[in-house]
């Protein structure tokens, strides 16, 4: 089986690092194309790790086990820092590199994608099968649909009973949503922002309480746009 790296790399778009974004699929889909009498279905899924996407490749595998191939792409990481491709017995480089390609065209991180083959009995050549299986992906990554994940942190506040309620509206006013109040001898207000907006949160959060709330942040983690 063949098993490529690639080095990691912007691919532009929300798919790129610094927008603290990427996209990926919502769930398992599957979308079939025909060329020249050959059968190309492309299933995607989200992957988050290596072994998520090695998983969902085995499982494919499996449901096809009279295909002609079965190759393979997945990008792993927000920042892509995982690429690998198989061709799985194509001539070299026509079929799991076009994949990944595409993949990275669109802006995909956390995102595995199998192509299965039925041979019709046609030989498409190198260029025919680059365009087969890069086409495959495009098109199952259309009728899929993509959505956003964006980079976001925990941020826990506590403020005086006094200010609680003037902030929490607020915060709802400026787009963080409250994920809970906690009433005691002072106010724990728990919400999410940006990964990136940490600094001007906390200005933001020193200027609306006059410097009487304090916050700690916690985690990243990838969550809906």
């Not at 927008?19 to 990926?24: E, M, P, Q, V, W």
């Not at 990275?104 to 030989?123: E, I, K, P, S, W």
Request: glycine content about 12%.
């Amino acid at each position: 089986m063949r098993d490529q790296r690639h080095p990691t790399g912007p691919a532009g778009g929300d798919g790129r690092p610094e927008d603290d974004r990427y996209l990926t699929v919502a769930g398992e889909s599957v979308h079939e194309t025909e060329v020249n009498r050959s059968r190309f279905r492309c299933t995607l899924a989200p992957a988050n790790t290596v072994a998520e996407a090695e998983e969902f490749i085995a499982r494919v595998r499996a449901r096809h086990p009279d295909a002609t191939h079965n190759c393979w792409a997945y990008v792993i990481g927000a920042d892509a820092a995982v690429q690998r491709s198989s061709d799985d017995g194509e001539p070299g480089g026509t079929a799991g590199p076009p994949m990944l390609q595409m993949l990275l065209r669109r802006g995909m991180r956390c995102t595995a994608a199998v192509v299965t083959r039925y041979f019709g009995g046609v030989r498409l050549g190198a260029g025919g099968l680059i365009r087969a299986y890069g086409g495959a992906v495009g098109e199952a990554l259309d009728a899929a649909g993509t959505v956003t994940r964006r980079r976001m942190r925990r941020a826990v506040i506590t403020v005086g009973h006094d200010r609680a309620g003037k902030l929490e509206n607020e915060l709802r006013a400026a787009g963080h949503p409250v994920h809970s109040v906690t009433y005691g001898s002072r106010v724990t207000i728990e919400t999410a922002l940006p990964g990136s907006a940490a600094g001007a949160f906390l200005a933001w959060l020193a200027d609306a309480t006059a410097g009487t709330a304090r916050a700690a942040l916690g985690p990243e983690w990838y969550g809906p746009s």
